[in-house]
C-alpha cells in the first residue's frame, strides 16, 4: 500500500509541479514538504501541525485530504499509555507531597503571627491614655 508520503509526492508529480511550488502555495516550510514526502512525521513539529500540513498540501495538489488523513492515521497506529505509578515511593510523588507539608506549614506560621499581631493592636491599654481623657476620667470618678 501506497504511503502518505509518496501518495502526495506522486500527485505533485502528476500535477508537474515542484516541491517548491507546494511549499509556496501551502505556506509549509520545504524542509517540513521533504520530510512529509519520505514519511518522516516525527521530525516535524507536534501532532495539530502534520494535519494541517497535510490537508494544505493534499488541497494543493486536488486530493481529498480526509483521504490524505485517513492514510496517515493508519500508518501510525500507535497507542500513546502513559504508565502509571506501581507504588507510592515513586520519587516524583514525594516532592509534592513535602510541598504541600511546607505550604501548611507557612499557613500555621502566618496565622499565629497574625494572631500575636493581632493581640498586641487590640490590647487594652488604660496606661496610655492622653492626659486629658485621664484627669477628666480621674475628675468624673472623684466627683
Do not use: C
Not at 2 to 22: C, D, N, P, Y
Amino acid at each position: 500500500m501506497e504511503t502518505v508520503g509518496q501518495l502526495l509526492r506522486r500527485h505533485r508529480l502528476e500535477k508537474r509541479m515542484s516541491a517548491e511550488e507546494i511549499s509556496r502555495a501551502t505556506r509549509v516550510p520545504m524542509s517540513s514538504i521533504e520530510r512529509i514526502e519520505s514519511d518522516r512525521f516525527d521530525e516535524l513539529p507536534g501532532e495539530v501541525f502534520v494535519r494541517g500540513f497535510l490537508k494544505s498540501y493534499a488541497r494543493a495538489v486536488d486530493l481529498e485530504p480526509e483521504e490524505a488523513l485517513a492514510r496517515y492515521t493508519a500508518s501510525r497506529r500507535v497507542a500513546w499509555v502513559t504508565p502509571l505509578p506501581l507504588s507510592t515511593s515513586n520519587p516524583a510523588v514525594r516532592p509534592a507531597r513535602g510541598r504541600r507539608y511546607g505550604v501548611a506549614l507557612a499557613f500555621v506560621l502566618l496565622l499565629i503571627l497574625f494572631t500575636l499581631a493581632l493581640s498586641i493592636v487590640l490590647k487594652p491599654r488604660g496606661d496610655d491614655m492622653p492626659q486629658e481623657l485621664s484627669a477628666v476620667s480621674a475628675a468624673s470618678t472623684h466627683a
